[in-house]
């Protein structure tokens, strides 16, 4: 079997099928857009989490819960920072005879933060103090980010499996199985919870919902049907998480749509030719989300009908966009953070961050937001008022 494929890789291997490796098709990295800044963020503190993520696949998120910033490497280290001065209240070290491989998470519920990684595992420490709390053997890589609701953990794995977890114990309480092709990309839908029912994407290009207390899937819905003669043409994955808006529930996938489904009649109300494998964003009234060439689109949310659309980052290997304010900002793989105005789509700011890259986008905290780089330099930043 194929092993997964992460999406650089994946440009390249498409470029060199589809077009024979001819020069005049390479997929080119647009150059740094020229921004005149409106405004300078305020560093108010920075520190570090180890290595970071280093150049592997990760989503590897922070998390702001509990009055604290939870923050993790892939090597295994574990850190609850203080959001005002940056300061370490504690740390756990998850490494043991080889580097812990964490890779999803961070997500914190139930006094604890739950964290996935690439060896199976899901551990769950304890929110205050850092002591681990209980570690369950899930069978297969953990990229996403745990979910909870009715005091699980949802956790996806690339074996396309949903497992739920007791959330104090980490006994399996239930599974469902979806399929997964020879080839797929490497990521995985993060689940959501809502309303009794747990939606998720899968690797063969469907919305999944499974009934919380049954523990048995509901439906599935395509999102993305295989076209093209290779594999790659093919692919259909729906690796960004769930959306939901009041009674709307927005999905994407790789070679699909953007689709808005109407959660109390399972219908769709509208669908649109979008193809993402990143977390959408909202503002309450539109949708945000960047695509597989790296464009920065915003679309009604009512309507799926397109406000304005950005392609000045093509092929930077751009962060799912998250809402800041009156900004849409993303961040690009030389380091890069961008601020686009909402309304318009226009370049507001841009600050170079670290050279390393940046691989999640921002987090907010209540008096600012935190940037954290593949390197594990973590920035926190205010903006001018």
């Excluded at 790659?232 to 994955?237: G, N, Y």
Aim: hydrophobic share 40%; with cysteine.
């Amino acid at each position: 079997m194929m092993k997964r494929l992460n999406r650089a890789l994946l440009l390249v291997i498409a470029f060199a099928t589809l077009s024979g490796c001819a020069s005049d098709d390479a997929i080119v990295m647009s150059p740094v857009p020229k921004v005149n800044s409106q405004f300078t963020p305020t560093r108010d503190w920075s520190t570090s989490i180890g290595s970071g993520v280093g150049q592997f696949y990760s989503k590897l998120t922070p998390d702001y819960a509990y009055g604290k910033l939870y923050v993790a490497s892939r090597a295994g280290l574990v850190k609850a920072l203080d959001p005002k001065t940056g300061d370490t209240i504690w740390e756990t070290d998850l490494e043991k005879d080889s580097t812990a491989r964490l890779s999803g998470g961070i997500s914190a519920a139930y006094g604890k933060i739950y964290i996935g990684s690439e060896n199976g595992y899901v551990t769950a420490l304890n929110a205050d103090t850092g002591k681990v709390a209980w570690q369950a053997d899930v069978d297969g890589a953990v990229l996403a980010a745990p979910a909870t609701d009715s005091n699980l953990v949802f956790v996806h794995t690339s074996r396309g499996m949903l497992i739920a977890l007791d959330q104090s114990t980490g006994k399996e309480k239930w599974t469902v199985s979806t399929d997964v092709p020879t080839l797929t990309m490497r990521g995985d839908s993060t689940p959501v919870a809502q309303g009794g029912a747990v939606f998720w994407g899968t690797a063969s290009g469907r919305l999944a919902a499974a009934i919380i207390s049954q523990g048995q899937l509901a439906w599935q819905i395509p999102i993305g049907i295989p076209q093209g003669s290779t594999e790659i043409d093919r692919l259909v994955d729906v690796d960004a998480s769930p959306l939901i808006l009041g009674d709307t529930l927005y999905i994407v996938g790789i070679h699909g749509n953007l689709t808005a489904i109407n959660l109390r009649s399972g219908e769709a109300m509208w669908k649109r030719k979008y193809s993402s494998a990143n977390n959408l964003a909202t503002d309450g009234s539109n949708i945000f989300l960047v695509t597989d060439e790296d464009d920065v689109v915003a679309v009604d949310a009512r309507s799926g009908t397109k406000i304005w659309s950005n392609d000045q980052l093509k092929h930077r290997l751009v962060t799912a966009p998250v809402v800041i304010g009156d900004y849409v900002v993303v961040g690009d793989a030389e380091g890069y953070l961008y601020w686009i105005n909402r309304s318009t789509g226009n370049f507001v700011a841009e600050q170079e961050i670290n050279s390393s890259g940046i691989a999640v986008p921002p987090v907010a905290l209540p008096d600012g937001y935190v940037v954290i780089t593949r390197n594990g330099d973590i920035k926190k930043l205010t903006l001018p008022e």
